[in-house]
Structure formats: structure tokens, C-alpha cells
T-cell receptor, first 115, second 112 residues
Framework: DQQVKQNSPSLSVQEGRISILNCDYTNSMFDYFLWYKKYPAEGPTFLISISSIKDKNEDGRFTVFLNKSAKHLSLHIVPSQPGDSAVYFCAASAYYGGSQGNLIFGKGTKLSVKP | KAGVTQTPRYLIKTRGQQVTLSCSPISGHRSVSWYQQTPGQGLQFLFEYFSETQRNKGNFPGRFSGRQFSNSRSEMNVSTLELGDSALYLC???????????FGSGTQLSVL
């Protein structure tokens, strides 16, 4: 049973426009969410995170929104650049037993930003 | 500060063989996690080690095992390889656990 779902395998956006990547989760115990970006032949790199006490976190062109009631988060990239073309993974974890549990990843969304 | 280093980058093995992958975490990081990435399956958690102890384990068969040394370096072993074990194996380190993970470039394992 997939606890973190990224229902769009791919997304194509024009340079300069907004990219919106979506992620849904089923486990209401998740309280920490992250987005990672992955280029081919490289490991994922951390992009931005948000804890469940917030509904928005911003870092430059990247903003993550969290809707706890809908169990949904999204990553907005504004403006999109060709260098943003990569696979984006959503990840979540829950705090239990005195520590943060392991990250559960979605299957990823491949973003293509066209010049 | 050097990043997470994984060796080797590429491996080709045949069914039935066993393989050992190595991971050197970022200096000062005591937690090492291993993930398997296959096409269309995202990153599947294998296990996490902290201070030489396995702290958490994913839903993988016992053929997958690991260990961590006193210098926080970690190894992962897969015995009796199957075709379905072909994947990118990623190691990630962090200071204490599953807060922000720093990933290595991975070891691409092909089982023929």
C-alpha cells in the first residue's frame, strides 16, 4: 500500500511559467515532509521541507504548501527554468519512539521545462 | 566537506552471486540509510544504521543485509542475487536519523 503518492509521472512546463508538483499521503501520522530533486546518474538532492505545524514554506523560487486536512502537499517552482528539469520526489516521515521515522518516498514526477 | 561516497558506481553480476556495496557518510554523520530505486518504483527503504546498530528495516527479504562500522562507514550485502535485484542502490547519511538526508550518487547494480 503506497503511503506517499505522486500521481503524475511527468509534467511539461514552458520556461518562465509556474511548475506545480503534487503529492498525496495516506498516513495521518506523517508530520515532516520533504522534496528532493534527482538528475540522471546522480543521487537525490534535498530541495525544501515543511513540518506539519506549518502550511507553507518558501525558499527562493521554491514553495511547498501543506494541506493537512486533505493530506496533500504541493511544490511550486516560479519561474521555472530549464535547469529545473529533473525527477522530483516527495517524501514523508512520522515521529515515533523518540525519533523521526524513516522517509517514505513517492515514485517521483519527471519535470521537463522547455525553453 | 566531502559528500556521501558510494563505491563502486557500477556493478554487473550474474544470478546466484553475492555483492557488497560500500558507503562512506559525510564526516560527523552517524546515521546511514540505504534505499533501492527501480524504474517506476521510487525509492524503497532498505534499512538504517546508527552507531553500528540497525535501527530500522524495510520490507525486503533476508538476502539483503548491512552493517555499520565504528567510523560510520556502512556496507550493504545482497546474497543469491536475482534478476529483480537490478536497481540503483542509494546510500544516505544524516546527523542523527531521518531528518534531511544527504544522498550519494548510488551504485547501479545489473544482474544478468
Amino acid at each position: 500500500d503506497q503511503q506517499v503518492k505522486q500521481n503524475s509521472p511527468s509534467l511539461s512546463v514552458q520556461e518562465g511559467r509556474i511548475s506545480i508538483l503534487n503529492c498525496d499521503y495516506t498516513n495521518s501520522m506523517f508530520d515532516y515532509f520533504l522534496w528532493y530533486k534527482k538528475y540522471p546518474a546522480e543521487g537525490p538532492t534535498f530541495l525544501i521541507s515543511i513540518s506539519s505545524i506549518k502550511d507553507k514554506n518558501e525558499d527562493g523560487r521554491f514553495t511547498v504548501f501543506l494541506n493537512k486536512s486533505a493530506k496533500h502537499l504541493s511544490l511550486h517552482i516560479v519561474p521555472s527554468q530549464p535547469g529545473d528539469s529533473a525527477v522530483y520526489f516527495c517524501a514523508a516521515s512520522a515521529y515515533y519512539g523518540g525519533s523521526q521515522g524513516n522517509l517514505i518516498f513517492g515514485k517521483g514526477t519527471k519535470l521537463s521545462v522547455k525553453p | 566537506k566531502a559528500g556521501v561516497t558510494q563505491t563502486p558506481r557500477y556493478l554487473i553480476k550474474t544470478r546466484g552471486q553475492q555483492v557488497t556495496l560500500s558507503c562512506s557518510p559525510i564526516s560527523g554523520h552517524r546515521s546511514v540509510s540505504w534505499y533501492q530505486q527501480t524504474p517506476g518504483q521510487g525509492l524503497q527503504f532498505l534499512f538504517e544504521y546508527f552507531s553500528e546498530t540497525q535501527r530500522n528495516k524495510g520490507n525486503f527479504p533476508g538476502r539483503f543485509s548491512g552493517r555499520q562500522f565504528s567510523n560510520s562507514r556502512s556496507e550493504m550485502n545482497v546474497s543469491t542475487l536475482e534478476l529483480g535485484d537490478s536497481a540503483l542502490y542509494l546510500c544516505a547519511s544524516s546527523v542523527r536519523g531521518h531528518e534531511k538526508l544527504f544522498f550519494g550518487s548510488g551504485t547501479q547494480l545489473s544482474v544478468l
